[in-house]
Structures are given as C-alpha cells and as structure tokens.
C-alpha cells in the first residue's frame, strides 16, 4: 500500500487505500460491535479499496461507526504491499466522527473537539455551564438512556408519544456518538460537547434513565423525571451490601436531583423510595412505557430484521451486568443451547457491557447486546432466560415461558448484591444451575405448571402494563406544565 486517507472527494468519511499492482482480495474494519467491508476498484497497475467508516444495523439508517478501536484486516491475494502495519495518519476530524489510522488500527472516537474532553478545556465548559449567565429555557426536553450508549428504554417510548400528541416540543437526545441512532425528528447532540452542554441547560424537562452524569445544576423552571430502567429484584443504592459513607452521600446527592420518579409498580415504587432516599416528592405509578410495545407487538418485524426464518424457535439469553466483571457473563454456550434446542439464540448483553464487550457469533446465534429496543426483541423471543435482570418483570407481560439460570446464586445473593425477596419461591419458570439443567428444562419441563405463579408475578411486578403507560406519563408531563403541546 502505497497511500491512505481518512475522507473521499465529497468529505465523506471512509478510509481509501490505494496502490500498484494485484490489489489486495479483500479489505475489512472489524471492530467489537460493528465491522465494514471495502469496496474495491482496479484490475491493472493500480488498486483502491474504499472502506465506509459508517455501516446499517439491523435494518436501520447509514449511521458512523461506532466509538473504539478497529483492526484493518487485509487479505492480500496476490498484492504483495497490502502491510496494513505500514500505515499511518494523523487524527483527522470529520462532520460526523473522528478518526486516526496507525500500525493498522483505526481509532475512531465521536465528534467533539478534544478540548472539550479533558483538563482546563472540560473545567472551563463546566463552569460556565454552572456560573455563566443562563440562557431561557426552550419548549425542549432532554433525554438521555443508558448514558447516551443507546437511545431506548422509557425514555424512547415518552419520546415517541411527545412526539405524536406535542410535535411543537423540541427533543434533544444526549448520546456517546453518532452511531446511537435517535428517533425521528429529534436532535442528537454528542455527550461533552458545546451543543450538549447548552440543550442540557436551556431545556425544560429532562427525562432520563439512570444518573445524571458530570456536573449538573437544575434551572429555574427546570424539571428532572427519573423513569428508572427496571423494577429491582437485586439491592440497589443505600440498600446495597456494606456501609460506604461515600455511596451514601453518592445516593443522596443524586437523587435530590430528581423532581419525580417513575415506577412500574407499587411494589418498585416502595423499594426505589427507600433505595434513594427519595422523600417528599412524586412517584408516578404508571406502568413502565417501554413495555407499551409488548401489548400489540407479535415480534415478526423484528424477526425479519434479525433474519431469522419463520416458524424458528427463538431463545433470548439475556443476564444482567456483575460488579467484578465488565463483559457479559459466560454462563452460557449460545452455539451449544442452539444446537439442544433446535432454536435461535439471541444474546443480549446489559447496556454495562455494550462497550466493553465483543459480540459473540456462532451457528444460530445473533448477538443483539446492541439492538436499540429491548422490548421488541422481548415481543419476538418464545422464551426468555434470564438470572437477575429486570428484564424478568418487563417479559412477564407477554406471559411466554420463562427460565432462570443462575450458577451463582449463593455468592450473587450473599456477597455481591443480595435481593429485595425470595427468588426460588417466586419464581414463575424453572430455576436451574447449569447449561445441561436450562437445557433438560428447555425440552421436558411444561410451562403451563407455572401458571399459577406466573399470574401472582403478573399481579405483583406489572399491574399497570396495559400499554398505555406512554399516554399516561405524558399526559402529567403536559398537564403539570412542564413542557407545553406547543
């Protein structure tokens, strides 16, 4: 390889290589969660191979790569310079990322000016986000899921029904970087950077999922809804095993900045309570909205998505995050249960584990940790096994089997988290040990045994999930005026 750069004629981002002689038989980018084949051109003295640095997932728009480090895989064929390790580049900065090549590595990092990221540059932002003369607030919300790792959850289904019954509502939604792809009509704005920084401090409402990250001082005329992301079975925030004077103040300073909580039932509603020291303030009981979608959605749209055949049984394995661990657990070999079952299986890492983790592949396994709405692969799986994940009251809804896979109750329950009630006696499907139990449970055990359990964890956990919780929660939104219809 003779030449490389980081943008075509037209500014588009992709990485060009170019070349004398044989060209190279393939070109590929192959990341943790994304990769991109090149496109090649030339047959005589010279080669090109143009690499897109943007790519479609799961049937969704063109969107940039997203953030981390991308291995330039090169099968040379017949070209004897195709040394992707000969290569390198400057950081370049493009419109909708920012990439650098070097000793065949591309790194690709979102949008934002360095000094926005780090030392006097992100002090300086902060401050003025914090003393500066504060701009008026617009007709605007700002959400935020996960951290910006995804635009979903409850979030997403407030959003979309904001969007239908107040269109004159501005929506900004706060993400890691341009490859989280937001709903129509809304605005992305890249976490760190100037235009996050401003629609974090001029919106009216903010409605988020989790913590609110980095600095935050709330606006006169300011409102925060805290729509949580799961009804809890393991111990959460002052509940947590062990005393930490700091985790306390943590908790406390957090959730004061909430002006409501939202809850999917009585039952999360007690406990988050009393987990955050959230008192004297609303707690809106109205059903979860991200679970709206699990009353009219059959899962076929997301099947075809998926490219799974019809009639296919489908699997979803999808555990919560550990407090040792970064990666998904690996408790299960999703090739070996496809196998047992006759099934496709999903695997669904936890939003912890999106960046630190690397999808897993295998004959009929599909690694959804990066699909953008759990509730509609939950609509498309005939069965769910999970461990200790929320997910577990969300699924409920459906009334399809379900199966708990947990080799490390003893250690997850005593040590690591502990739980808010008994497991094993609530359970509504098998609680197994090991892959060779789930797998005996998957083909011999009947659901239908579990149906009088399954209706008492439907009564206590999802009372309000008739799939109008959207409608509800916006309809306070607008009647307490913390946005207008606009």
């Given at each position: ?9 037209a ?57 981390g ?8 064929g017949?070209?004897?310079d ?27 990092t ?11 540059g992100?002090a300086?932002?902060e ?18 899921s996960?951290y910006?790792?995804t ?9 979309r ?13 706060s ?22 920084w401003?629609?974090r ?8 999922n ?16 805290q729509?949580?992301h ?24 957090e ?6 909580l ?9 406990v ?15 059903g ?9 959605d ?16 489908v ?46 592949d ?15 692969l939950l ?19 459906t ?30 499907g ?25 209706t008492?964890?439907q ?5 309000r999930?008739?799939g ?11 009647d307490?005026?913390f946005?207008?219809?606009g």
């Open positions: 390889m003779t030449d490389a750069r980081l943008f075509d004629d500014g588009i981002p992709v990485l060009e290589l170019s070349g004398e002689g044989p060209r190279p038989a393939s070109v590929e980018l192959v990341g943790a969660r994304a990769r991109s084949r090149a496109r090649l051109h030339g047959r005589g003295r010279t080669w090109r191979a143009v690499v897109p640095l943007h790519a479609a997932r799961w049937g969704g728009p063109e969107l940039p790569l997203p953030t480090r991308y291995r330039l895989q090169v099968d040379g017949e070209a004897t195709a040394d992707p390790s000969a290569l390198h580049l400057p950081d370049t900065a493009l419109t909708s990322l920012r990439a650098s090549l070097a000793d065949g590595v591309v790194g690709i979102a949008p934002v000016d360095p000094v926005y990221l780090a030392g006097e992100r300086a932002i401050r003025r986000y914090a003393t500066g003369r504060a701009e008026p607030l617009e007709n605007a919300v700002f959400f935020e996960f910006g790792r635009a979903g959850c409850n979030p997403l289904a407030i959003d029904e904001l969007a239908r019954v107040a269109p004159g509502v501005t929506r900004y939604w993400v890691v970087d341009l490859s989280v792809e937001v709903p129509e009509g809304a605005v992305a704005v890249v976490e760190g950077s100037p235009e996050w401003r629609a401090g001029v919106s009216r409402l903010l409605v988020v989790d913590w609110l990250r980095r600095r935050f001082v709330r606006r006169r005329g300011q409102t925060v809804l729509t949580w799961g009804t809890p079975l393991k111990r959460l925030a002052l509940h947590r095993p062990g005393f930490d004077p700091r985790r306390a103040l943590a908790v406390a300073r959730s004061r900045r909430w002006n409501v939202l809850a999917q039932s009585p039952y999360a509603a007690r988050l309570r009393k987990a955050y020291a959230f008192l004297g303030r609303p707690v809106w009981v109205e979860y909205p991200r679970d709206d979608a699990l009353q009219r059959d899962g076929l749209e997301t099947r075809r998505r998926l490219g799974i055949r019809p009639g296919e049984r699997l979803l394995y999808a555990p919560t995050w550990r407090d040792d661990r970064e990666k998904i657990v690996d408790f299960v070999d999703p090739a070996a249960l496809a196998l047992s079952a006759d099934a496709v299986v999903l695997v669904r890492g936890h939003t912890r584990t999106l960046h630190p983790g690397s999808d897993v295998g004959p009929r396994v599909i690694d959804v940790t990066g699909y953008p709405d759990t509730a509609r609509a498309a799986a005939d069965a769910l096994i999970t461990d200790y994940s929320s997910v577990m009251f969300d699924f409920a809804i009334g399809k089997p379900m199966y708990f896979l947990v080799p490390d109750l003893e250690r997850y329950r005593g040590e690591m988290r502990g739980f808010y009630f008994d497991l094993l006696e609530l359970a509504p098998p609680v197994v040990r090991s892959q060779g139990d789930l797998e005996r449970a998957l083909a011999e055990v009947d659901p239908s045994i579990f149906t009088e359990r399954y008492r964890w009564r206590l956990f999802a009372p999930d008739d109008r919780a959207a409608e509800r929660v916006v309809a306070r939104i607008l307490q005026g946005v207008d219809r």
